[in-house]
């Protein structure tokens, strides 16, 4: 059994993705995530060690772990004292976008291998979280109202609307849909990876078919692998400086869904391997 709470806290969360500690080492250790050995990190899981922040910071990033929540949780473990512990007892909970304070089960939840199948397989089940999650706490749908904002036959999103509430992502009672949280996270394992490139696919296609305002930017430069770590962690940090912008209740009745999507990877001048990719674009 962990040691501390912070030890018991990483395990916690690690079991959520990964069967293992090495399996997740592993994983994080490909990704250039952690830096500290496999014998270090399991002594930090079992709770013989206390990580330095230098460490703590990295094992929270590479679980997906809210960045605040982990270190609130790690400063508490330290702690000499039950009084001196109270001080961090916000790590309990998460701010939504609203601003109020809810518990993070309540907030979000981590997609299981059927969850992401099912949401990688049946676009509509996926378009549907998404539009349920930008008006979480601002708007309740209807299955009349999915039928006229999708476009969509309202067989198709009843069928829809089945599958999720049986794979519980939704609360359904037959005509009022709610989803069961405003987030839901995805595991960074390799086993998700397909549902993350469904996802960006559907990303580039919702931009190609936009007529609204776009931004558009490329860029290209070396990279070593460690500098591709660090931009990747700061595109990470800026995605979620996104997500914690609030809006006022006034300002929320005239928003409407937008998204804003990063990627990157290393870049092949090979027309070969590109294929199509490779040929005349049309502009």
């Known amino acids: 059994m962990a040691k501390n709470s ?30 500290c050995s496999y014998t270090y990190y399991v002594s930090i899981e079992n709770g013989d060690k206390m990580p330095s922040p230098e460490y703590s910071i990295q094992i929270i990033r590479a679980l997906g772990i809210d960045m605040k929540q982990g270190l609130f949780e790690w400063a508490r473990a330290q702690m000499p004292d039950k009084e001196s512990k109270e001080i961090f007892k ?3 909970y998460a701010k939504d976008i609203s601003g109020g304070e809810i518990s993070e089960s309540e907030n979000k939840v981590r997609v299981n291998r059927r969850q992401a199948k099912l949401l990688a397989k049946k676009v509509l089940c996926y378009e549907i979280m998404n539009l349920l999650a930008c008006y979480h706490g601002v708007k309740v749908f209807t299955k009349k109202d999915l039928k006229k904002e999708l476009n969509i036959p309202q067989k198709e999103i009843s069928r829809a609307l089945s599958y999720l509430h049986n794979e519980s992502l939704i609360d359904f009672d037959g005509e009022v849909v709610q989803r069961t949280c405003e987030w839901f996270f995805v595991p960074k ?12 696919m559907r990303s580039v296609d919702n931009f190609k078919a936009s007529s609204n305002s776009k931004y558009k930017n ?4 070396m990279a070593t692998p460690e500098l591709v770590n660090i931009i990747e ?8 400086w996104i997500l914690e912008l609030q809006l006022s209740p ?18 092949t001048f090979d027309f070969q391997k590109l294929g199509d990719l490779g040929h005349e674009y049309k502009i």
């Open 250 to 267: 006034e300002e929320e009745k005239s928003a409407e869904p937008y998204f804003f999507s990063l990627f990157g990877t290393y870049r």
């Open 189 to 200: 394992s390799e086993e998700y990876d397909s549902f993350r490139n469904t996802n960006l």
């Open 233 to 240: 962690r700061k595109a990470n940090d800026f995605r979620n």
């Open 218 to 221: 490329t860029t290209v430069r």
């Open 6 to 35: 912070f030890a018991e806290f990483i395990k916690t969360h690690r079991k959520q993705s990964f069967k293992s500690a090495r399996s997740f080492y592993r994983e994080a250790s490909k990704k250039n995530d952690i830096s």
């Open 90 to 92: 916000d790590v309990d």
